[in-house]
T-cell receptor, first 115, second 111 residues
């Protein structure tokens, strides 16, 4: 089945640091990738939708200048959390889809801890 | 606002029993429906997808969809302790859009 690889799996860093998370589709071309965030005991909340070669579409309340998304190829999207603060600590999960109606396949997630 | 509602649980069933998980959605135009399983600290894993009214069976899992009632359910037969997890109902309104998730139902299967 389709595989999505996400890296790194865990990041612990100081406040003010910028962190880049990579999401790769390994065996299919992901025209669309999605970035979610999940706080403890909460559901997945969509942050942004990333289409290859175009600007990401951000959900209401998500700061596009803080969460930079790049989707430069059909197999790679990156999320950069700029100047991260403790309130940005969360579980970030990417997903990708190759055909519009097909299920989204999720990466393993990145647990971000800002000290 | 598009919403997906689930009972948060926990739903507790004994080993070998049938677990029934329910989900309702608000957007009548929704086209695709999915059940994901999420273990603590892990990302969601696709269990079932269903696109048309009726039942769809895959091993011990059966998904049921009723678009008129805007209702989708997941039945797990012969529940095992390893089925203990949070089950997320997800809805896709149209092609190319992101999934909308419910808050999940926590299932606990006791041995």
């Amino acid at each position: 089945g389709a595989v999505v690889s996400q890296h790194p799996s865990r990041v612990i860093c100081k406040s003010g640091t910028s962190v880049k998370i990579e999401c790769r589709s390994l065996d299919f071309q992901a025209t669309t990738m999605f970035w979610y965030r999940q706080f403890p005991k909460q559901s997945l909340m969509l942050m942004a939708t990333s289409n290859e070669g175009s600007k990401a579409t951000y959900e209401q309340g998500v700061e596009k200048d803080k969460f930079l998304i790049n989707h430069a190829s059909l197999t790679l999207s990156t999320l950069t959390v700029t100047s991260a603060h403790p309130e940005d600590s969360s579980f970030y999960i990417c997903s990708a889809t190759d055909r519009g109606q097909q299920p989204q396949h999720f990466g393993d997630g990145t647990r971000l801890s800002i000290l | 606002q598009k919403e997906v509602e689930q009972n948060s649980g926990p739903l507790s069933v004994p080993e070998g029993a049938i677990a029934s998980l329910n989900c309702t959605y608000s957007d009548r135009g929704s086209q695709s429906f999915f059940w994901y399983r999420q273990y603590s600290g892990k990302s969601p894993e696709l269990i079932m997808s269903i696109y048309s009214n009726g039942d769809k069976e895959d091993g011990r899992f059966t998904a049921q969809l009723n678009k008129a009632s805007q209702y989708v359910s997941l039945l797990i037969r012969d529940s095992q302790p390893s089925d203990s997890a949070t089950y997320l109902c997800a809805v896709k309104v149209q092609a190319g859009t992101a999934l909308i998730f419910g808050k999940g139902t926590t299932l606990s299967v006791s041995s």
